[in-house]
């Protein structure tokens, strides 16, 4: 019997294990996670997990699904290198070291969080978020500070800084670049979210680099910026993720800022695929590979290899989306915006909400909603159907967002 067995224990690889039970994959599945607990919700980590004591695992799935799907999981369990010759795992587990065989292997090993650095994971006072025992972590101290310091003004850290600012906390944000999200949302955007962050509160400080920490016993206690000590009691350093590939590169796959796959998402061992957030994918939209830090890119991606996997080979040309709570504000983004993009501004029927629609020619190719659900739905729907609303009525909120 077929064994196929998954490395890794976020969201695509549980979709993975969820799909392949779907179709009834004739074979053996394993999955392998060196975190202990079952894969659990990513999102309400930098949310709700670390101001609310109460909160407990977010589990995407509970222990009974994959137990009646059949699933082997093995939990606190790390691989160590893969054997492609004799298609064999090298894992060390809670008893001892061990080997696993596979005939067909998935790797879904996510992304680590950028460190500074001065400051590995484990430094006191300095705080990283990227598992559910590092939002513990953050939680409890949190709980004690007054002061906090984001460095880097990404998704995570102003996820984190509005949280923080809910929990009545004094906190300043250093991003290095001249507007927030530089690399991901449009200007229209980062100015709304800029003056939002703003209005509640947050000292956010663009096109500023920290010089340094300062530490005291062996423990950060702020930052200098100019010369000038900006001191804290919590210090969250959200600069960025890089992909999860040193398995990879070890085994002499492809990587290039990812795990590099083709369009069905099989690495360069055609034993070997590769999914989620650790992965350099091609995209019949885009010229260049791209490589998402998404949910449901993750899931896509899980759907599209289990029907692989079952014999129903298909090309991922799945539409990005993401979405963004950041206090008051709802972000939600379908396609990818880029410099050269016509936009149109969209306000929003109600409230100070708005939608900025983004096109090449007359092709609809990207839409950024603020606190505008009902547009950005109706815009998805067309987008991924490969239509595109005309770009001479959108901008008049009173007339529906349809097909041109």
């Given at each position: 019997m077929t064994r196929l067995v998954i490395v890794g224990g976020g969201h695509a690889a549980s979709?993975?294990?969820?799909?392949?039970?779907?179709?009834?994959?004739?074979?053996?599945?394993?999955?392998?996670?060196?975190?202990?607990?079952?894969?659990?919700?990513?999102?309400?980590?930098?949310?709700?997990?670390?101001?609310?004591?109460?909160?407990?695992?977010?589990?995407?799935?509970g222990a009974a699904f994959y137990e009646q799907a059949g699933i082997e999981l093995r939990l606190g369990t790390r691989v160590q290198g893969i054997d492609r010759a004799r298609k064999v795992l090298r894992l060390v587990a809670p008893d001892g070291p061990r080997e696993l065989a596979y005939d067909h292997l998935v790797l879904a090993t996510g992304a680590k969080?950028?460190?500074?650095?001065?400051?590995?994971?484990?430094?006191?006072?300095?705080?990283?978020?990227?598992?559910?025992?590092?939002?513990?972590a953050l939680r409890d101290a949190?709980?004690?500070?007054?002061?906090?310091?984001?460095l880097g003004g990404g998704f995570i850290g102003l996820e984190i800084a509005a949280t923080a600012r809910q929990l009545g906390k004094e906190v300043t944000v250093f991003e290095a670049m001249p507007?927030?999200?530089?690399?991901?949302?449009?200007?229209?955007v980062s100015d709304f979210l800029l003056a939002t962050h703003r209005g509640a509160g947050v000292d956010i400080r663009l096109g500023t680099m920290v010089d340094g920490l300062q530490m005291a016993q062996g423990r950060a206690t702020g930052v200098l910026v100019g010369g000038v000590s900006v001191p804290a009691d919590v210090i969250i350093a959200g600069i960025g993720a890089t992909p999860n590939v040193d398995l990879a590169r070890d085994a002499g796959l492809a990587c290039d800022d990812?795990?590099?796959?083709?369009?069905t998402l099989a690495t360069t061992d055609p034993d070997i695929s590769a999914i989620g957030d650790c992965v350099a994918f091609p995209h019949p939209d885009w010229p260049q590979r791209l490589r998402l830090e998404s949910v449901q890119n993750a899931n896509d991606q899980a759907k599209a290899l289990a029907a692989r996997l079952c014999g129903e080979p298909q090309p991922y040309a799945a539409v990005p989306w993401f979405w963004s709570d950041q206090g008051e504000a709802r972000l939600q983004i379908t396609g990818l915006w880029r410099p050269g993009c016509e936009s149109v501004?969209?306000?929003?029927?109600?409230?100070?909400?708005?939608?900025?629609?983004h096109y090449e020619g007359t092709r609809l190719r990207a839409i950024e909603s603020v606190n505008s659900p009902v547009d950005h739905m109706a815009a998805r729907r067309l987008m991924q159907s490969g239509q595109s609303p005309d770009k001479a009525v959108v901008g008049d909120p009173a007339r529906p967002i349809q097909a041109a």
């Amino acid at each position: 019997m077929t064994r196929l067995v998954i490395v890794g224990g976020g969201h695509a690889a549980s979709q993975l294990a969820a799909s392949l039970a779907e179709k009834r994959f004739p074979g053996q599945v394993a999955l392998i996670s060196d975190e202990v607990h079952l894969p659990y919700h990513r999102p309400p980590l930098s949310k709700t997990l670390i101001k609310d004591p109460e909160a407990v695992l977010p589990e995407l799935r509970g222990a009974a699904f994959y137990e009646q799907a059949g699933i082997e999981l093995r939990l606190g369990t790390r691989v160590q290198g893969i054997d492609r010759a004799r298609k064999v795992l090298r894992l060390v587990a809670p008893d001892g070291p061990r080997e696993l065989a596979y005939d067909h292997l998935v790797l879904a090993t996510g992304a680590k969080a950028r460190e500074l650095p001065q400051a590995p994971v484990g430094t006191p006072g300095v705080h990283y978020l990227r598992t559910y025992d590092q939002a513990q972590a953050l939680r409890d101290a949190l709980a004690q500070a007054r002061r906090i310091v984001v460095l880097g003004g990404g998704f995570i850290g102003l996820e984190i800084a509005a949280t923080a600012r809910q929990l009545g906390k004094e906190v300043t944000v250093f991003e290095a670049m001249p507007r927030l999200l530089a690399r991901s949302v449009s200007p229209a955007v980062s100015d709304f979210l800029l003056a939002t962050h703003r209005g509640a509160g947050v000292d956010i400080r663009l096109g500023t680099m920290v010089d340094g920490l300062q530490m005291a016993q062996g423990r950060a206690t702020g930052v200098l910026v100019g010369g000038v000590s900006v001191p804290a009691d919590v210090i969250i350093a959200g600069i960025g993720a890089t992909p999860n590939v040193d398995l990879a590169r070890d085994a002499g796959l492809a990587c290039d800022d990812g795990i590099v796959v083709d369009a069905t998402l099989a690495t360069t061992d055609p034993d070997i695929s590769a999914i989620g957030d650790c992965v350099a994918f091609p995209h019949p939209d885009w010229p260049q590979r791209l490589r998402l830090e998404s949910v449901q890119n993750a899931n896509d991606q899980a759907k599209a290899l289990a029907a692989r996997l079952c014999g129903e080979p298909q090309p991922y040309a799945a539409v990005p989306w993401f979405w963004s709570d950041q206090g008051e504000a709802r972000l939600q983004i379908t396609g990818l915006w880029r410099p050269g993009c016509e936009s149109v501004l969209r306000p929003a029927s109600r409230g100070n909400g708005f939608s900025v629609l983004h096109y090449e020619g007359t092709r609809l190719r990207a839409i950024e909603s603020v606190n505008s659900p009902v547009d950005h739905m109706a815009a998805r729907r067309l987008m991924q159907s490969g239509q595109s609303p005309d770009k001479a009525v959108v901008g008049d909120p009173a007339r529906p967002i349809q097909a041109a």
